[in-house]
């Protein structure tokens, strides 16, 4: 067949009323909400040309404009739990058409796959966009040996239980990973379901077909993201650093006469004055109230704020007065004080001994401990971002 000829538009259907996880489609899993990492791996993939999000929800909706996307209004009459994913997209094509030109491919996404696949996902696009196939979905392979429960026991469905052949002599089977689905999309709207006319998938590694539908699901891909999101930061507006953990390792040396002294790392300072070098904007926010976190900031030459309680609206303020998106802000914490703060901001980083907390709303994990290298690692990371810039 030939080229289809038309937008290719991606929609990723995200209601407000999730009730195993509530909240879910903005839970943070790597720092960022799940709709905001479905918005980004649609606007990274090749071939798609417009990115929307269909919504019943303000917060998810404010979550997928900071991403890039557009909005789609979901009616209430297809945003309950009985509503189909199909219906919204229909919904949706008929609002998206009324803006602009005819849609010829329609992707769908689901922000509740975490790690979906942007090279798998153009592929894909361009598979339907050529005519190869009415309809690709992802999967990843699988061999497993599947069972299901009758009133006489447990019986297999792909194999004999008599008969127990090596891996590489069994069939593959492949699991439908529920991450994306690219259609052609006269098809999708005559047949009114994903699956039409020729179907192909597109494979993907088992881990990045993980899907979120419970909290452990949700706790694991927060476990996996450092290991398989992209290691980079920015570009950043400003950085913004707690004290304790953070430019220490979080002791403190305790003297007779109740003085007290931290310490710190040369190679950090190093760092910092590099940033500060290249005309990045720092501060240091500290509830701290020992002058040592003053003596250290003017020492590095960086705004400090210490004894601050409300490290939050502090750190909104000092943006707002400077002009500083959030979006472009850096804020390293360690500690559940730290987790509000981070949430704010659009790059929150950690340092591994951090809490579990904190480290469940970070974007960036450092690899070097507080105190000990880890402002040294972030300094080179935003560096290497701005050289690349």
């Known amino acids: 067949m030939p080229p289809r000829k038309g937008r290719v538009v991606a929609v990723i259907p995200a209601r407000g009323g999730s009730k195993g996880v509530p909240g879910k489609n903005v839970a943070r899993v790597g720092g960022v909400p799940l709709v905001s990492r479905a918005v980004a791996a649609a606007r990274a993939a090749a071939g798609i040309d417009e990115v929307y999000v269909s919504t019943d929800d303000a917060v998810i909706a404010e979550a997928a404009l900071a991403a890039g996307a557009r909005t789609v209004d979901r009616p209430a009459d297809i945003a309950g739990d009985l509503a189909s994913s199909e219906d919204a997209l229909l919904h949706a094509l008929d609002v998206i058409e009324t803006e602009g030109a005819p849609v010829a491919v329609l992707v769908f996404l689901q922000a509740t796959s975490p790690f979906i696949d942007g090279d798998a996902l153009g592929r894909a696009v361009a598979r339907v966009a050529h005519g190869d196939e009415d309809s690709v979905f992802s999967?990843?392979?699988?061999?497993?040996?599947?069972?299901?429960?009758?009133p006489d026991g447990a019986e297999g469905v792909n194999h004999d239980k008599s008969f127990r052949p090596r891996r590489q002599d069994r069939e593959a089977q492949f699991h439908e990973s529920g991450a994306f689905y690219v259609m052609d999309a006269a098809g999708f709207r005559h047949a009114r379901h994903r699956f039409f006319g020729r179907v192909g998938l597109e494979l993907i590694d088992a881990i990045s077909g993980l899907e979120i539908d419970d909290p452990h699901e949700l706790e694991a891909a927060r476990a996996l993201a450092p290991l398989l999101d992209h290691h980079h930061i920015g570009p950043l507006d400003a950085l913004v650093m707690d004290f304790d953990g953070v430019h220490t390792d979080d002791l403190a040396e305790v003297h007779q006469d109740g003085s007290e002294a931290v310490t710190v790392s040369r190679s950090d300072g190093m760092g910092l004055a590099m940033l500060r070098d290249a005309g990045l904007p720092m501060l240091i926010l500290s509830k701290e109230r020992n002058p040592v976190v003053e003596a250290r900031g003017r020492k590095l030459g960086i705004e400090t704020v210490y004894g601050a309680d409300d490290k939050v609206n502090i750190l909104r303020q000092w943006s707002e007065q400077r002009g500083f998106s959030l979006s472009k802000v850096a804020y390293v914490g360690n500690d559940v004080n730290d987790v509000e703060s981070m949430a704010s901001v659009g790059w929150p980083v950690t340092v591994p001994d951090a809490h579990p907390a904190?480290?469940?709303?970070?974007?960036?994990?450092?690899?070097?401990?507080?105190?000990?290298?880890a402002l040294r690692e972030l300094a080179e990371m935003i560096l290497t971002t701005r050289e690349g810039a």
């Open 358 to 373: 904190a480290r469940a709303v970070a974007r960036v994990h450092l690899t070097r401990p507080g105190g000990r290298g």
């Open 139 to 150: 999967a990843y392979e699988t061999h497993g040996f599947l069972w299901r429960l009758t």
